[in-house]
């Protein structure tokens, strides 16, 4: 026993530093696995409140983009709604249906909470980008985050009054997309190399690509389908298998990222439930 | 100004100049990231107990690692250099025992040649580890090795650009401090 003691004190050093890399390893393995790390919480309300105000200083420097950008989409918006269509015909009258239950039965699946961003990397393999919006205003893990004119990410760690968005931009991001011309699907990564560019795996040589095809969210993946994702700026055609491999210019501008919406998939949950309730072997 | 307040600045300091300035510079390449917030550990001053040398480069790392949304990547090369920092010292200052004299290694304490080859080792063995760490998540060997060799080119500049700004005035230690 005395010599455990001794043994103890003479490297203590020594055990010390182990035991602190050891703690350090296990919570990059806990995270790279769950995307949840101990103390993530606090670290995040203070982290989150300390960008917050930085970033009300950098809003000046952007305010004309964010209002373009938030003006492009009301007008998108306002094309479709019903009111800017007409017949010609006269018999027909569009009434407005007031009553707030949808008689047709259909439920909603989405729900879109607009989000300030607060803090957003892009020069790292793994971004993360932060919003001021969290679990006490309707925010959960697993939610999915678009901006005005894209796709940017997906929530991966929520406190009370901000939520930590991994973006696309991030290594460890992966994003089921298709052409919206023909509907091939694949799968939507980034390289870490340059963050105006991600790339479209897995799509069959027998679809027809040409530069400057929209790429869309496929009704595979979380996303709501149909969100644009970008537009194919390269077109490589892989020798040794069936597949071209694509850049995909991000429409998504990550550089000046301001606002952004929090999509809450009501129906989520029940999917999950009857996907775990699949039986395994038939 | 106390030891304890400056270094408390510096701690703060250094995390927010890293996470709101450098981080935020728009990249020329995958592989050039300035990194320079482990320079704290290496102005740690001489007469800290070596413990609190590695509880102290833990707790910098796992707070820049906060800012930075993966924990435990800077939390452990902060932890390395901070447990090779008294053995690099020990063969770097002279012998008529510089530790007694100054509080904090500087060029002004060690000289010129040996503060260099101290801050070159330990940026060395950061970058080595940190890259590592991300190799191991993503990446392959020639990431790795453009990474680390490019980062470090990055880092020795700004560390360079960073002593002549803030020419540290080494103090001698006296009985009245």
Redesign the interface.
Known sequence: MRNIFLFIRRY??LI??VL??I??????IK??RTHE????NN??E??GY?SGK?KTVEDYLYLKKANEDLAAENARLKNMMAISFQGPDSTQQLYIDSLSKDTLGRVRKFLWLPAKVVNN??????N?ITLHRGRNQGVEKDMIVVGPNGIIGKVVLVSDNYA?VMSLLN??SKVSAMLKKDNYSGMVEWD????RYVTLNNISKSAKVAKGDTVITSNLSEYPAGLMIGTVANITAEKASNYYTLTVKTSTNF?TLQYAYVVANLLYGEQKQLEAQTPKAQ | MSTLLKNIIRFVLFILVQAFVLDKVPALHQYVKPVLYFLFVLWLPFNLPRFGLLVIAFVFGLSMDYFAGWPGLHAAPCVLIAYVRPFLLNILLPQESTELSYVEPSIKSLGWAPYATYVVILTFLHHTYLVLIEWTQVGDFVFFIGKVIATMAVSLLLIFVTEMLFFRKAKFRTNAA
């Open positions: 203590f050093t010390s530093f602190l890399q703690f350090a390893w296990a919570m990059l995270y790279s790390a101990i103390f993530a670290a995040n203070v982290t300390v930085y990397d892009v020069n790292n393999e793994a993360y930590r290594r460890f870490g190399k340059d963050p550089f």
